[in-house]
């Protein structure tokens, strides 16, 4: 990861806010995926010493790129999906207390059971929605590679690697970048061009793909426990929900799917963020 990315990072996050700001006046809103839920917010980075308390107490040392761009851009920031959430967010929604101290330490496995519901050697970084999401591998020879966890029950249940057409990883610097490109694509599904899976893949058993295959009633309002992901967004917008409520338990953490309670208005089904992000 470049200082080249780092700037341009932070000055597509700093317009982008202004953006927001505009079309808030106009009481619009931004139509991409997980905009309202960060608002292309950009978090304090985390200092060298706390990474390192960090990486002292789980045993491990974090990929250089990770490393960089939670020092460099934000310790959380706007991005793909619903952004990259803070180092401290590593086990959403569980509580990091529940693993074992030698967890991150055992070298990721894409087959290896979990633990607690999460893979051995991998941080949480990103949530995607609907209990997926974005793992950055920290131990054994995968380290550095960014993994699709999925977690929402066990026929779906599975970890699926991001390579490139010639088996070559994608890595954070890419994936950041891909998303800054896709900006500037009208549309709000951009973070799909992250993940080729959320343009093939129907989650027919996540909780508002069940709801509207038990229905044809109209449905304007829907409260469910946690952020939407892209294919039930979608849905969501397909049918025209005018309203979303996510219920969730008060939680500290930004990126954390129990932590919001989130509404979507105007007709767009959209997230706002928790009161406490700045
Ligand atoms: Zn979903």
Same mark, same amino acid.
Not at 72 to 100: K, M, N, R
Not at 121 to 133: K, L, P, Q, S, T
Not at 154 to 178: C, F, H, I, R, T
């Given at each position: *990861?470049?200082?080249?990315?780092?700037?341009?990072? %932070?000055?597509?996050?700093?317009?982008?806010?202004?953006? *927001?700001?505009?079309?808030?006046? &106009?009481?619009?809103?931004?139509?991409?995926?997980?905009?309202? !839920? %960060?608002?292309?917010?950009?978090?304090?980075?985390a200092? =060298?010493e706390?990474?390192?308390? &960090?990486?002292?107490?789980?045993?491990?040392?974090?990929?250089?790129?990770?490393?960089?761009?939670?020092?460099?851009?934000? #310790?959380?920031?706007?991005?793909?999906?619903?952004? $990259?959430?803070?180092?401290? #967010?590593?086990?959403?929604?569980?509580?990091?207390?529940?693993?074992?101290?030698d967890?991150?330490?055992?070298?990721?496995?894409?087959?290896?059971?979990?633990?607690?519901?999460?893979?051995?050697?991998?941080i949480?970084?990103?949530?995607?929605?609907?209990?997926?999401?974005y793992? *950055?591998?920290?131990?054994?020879?995968?380290?550095?590679?960014?993994? %699709? +966890?999925? =977690?929402?029950?066990?026929?779906?249940?599975g970890?699926?690697?991001?390579?490139?057409?010639?088996?070559?990883? $994608?890595?954070?610097? #890419?994936?950041?970048?891909? !998303?800054?490109?896709?900006?500037?694509?009208?549309?709000?599904?951009?973070?799909?061009?992250? +993940?080729?899976?959320?343009?093939?893949?129907? &989650?027919?058993? %996540?909780?508002?793909?069940?709801? &509207?295959?038990?229905?044809d009633?109209?449905?304007?309002?829907?409260?469910?426990?946690?952020?939407?992901?892209?294919?039930?967004?979608?849905?969501?917008?397909?049918?025209?929900?005018?309203?979303?409520?996510?219920?969730?338990?008060?939680?500290? #953490?930004?990126?954390?799917?129990?932590?919001?309670?989130?509404?979507?208005?105007?007709?767009?089904?959209?997230?706002?963020?928790?009161?406490?992000?700045?």
């Amino acid at each position: *990861m470049n200082s080249q990315l780092i700037r341009r990072y %932070h000055s597509a996050l700093r317009s982008r806010r202004r953006w *927001m700001g505009f079309l808030r006046f &106009f009481s619009l809103t931004d139509p991409r995926f997980g905009a309202r !839920w %960060h608002q292309y917010h950009c978090l304090p980075p985390a200092t =060298d010493e706390y990474v390192s308390s &960090f990486e002292a107490h789980w045993g491990i040392t974090l990929p250089d790129e990770y490393r960089t761009a939670i020092t460099q851009i934000g #310790d959380g920031f706007g991005g793909p999906f619903y952004g $990259v959430s803070p180092l401290e #967010d590593w086990c959403q929604p569980t509580a990091a207390e529940d693993f074992p101290p030698d967890f991150l330490q055992r070298s990721f496995d894409p087959s290896a059971a979990r633990i607690g519901g999460l893979a051995p050697g991998a941080i949480r970084f990103c949530n995607a929605g609907c209990e997926h999401y974005y793992l *950055m591998v920290v131990s054994g020879p995968l380290r550095g590679t960014l993994w %699709h +966890d999925i =977690d929402v029950d066990v026929e779906e249940k599975g970890v699926l690697g991001l390579w490139y057409s010639d088996n070559q990883p $994608v890595s954070l610097a #890419d994936w950041l970048n891909g !998303w800054l490109e896709n900006l500037s694509l009208e549309g709000f599904h951009s973070s799909y061009f992250l +993940d080729p899976l959320w343009t093939k893949c129907a &989650f027919q058993n %996540h909780a508002i793909a069940k709801l &509207f295959n038990a229905t044809d009633r109209p449905i304007t309002t829907i409260t469910v426990d946690q952020l939407p992901c892209p294919y039930c967004f979608r849905l969501l917008r397909e049918h025209r929900v005018r309203r979303v409520i996510v219920t969730s338990l008060p939680g500290k #953490d930004y990126g954390n799917p129990k932590s919001a309670a989130i509404l979507g208005t105007q007709g767009k089904v959209d997230v706002e963020p928790r009161e406490a992000y700045p």
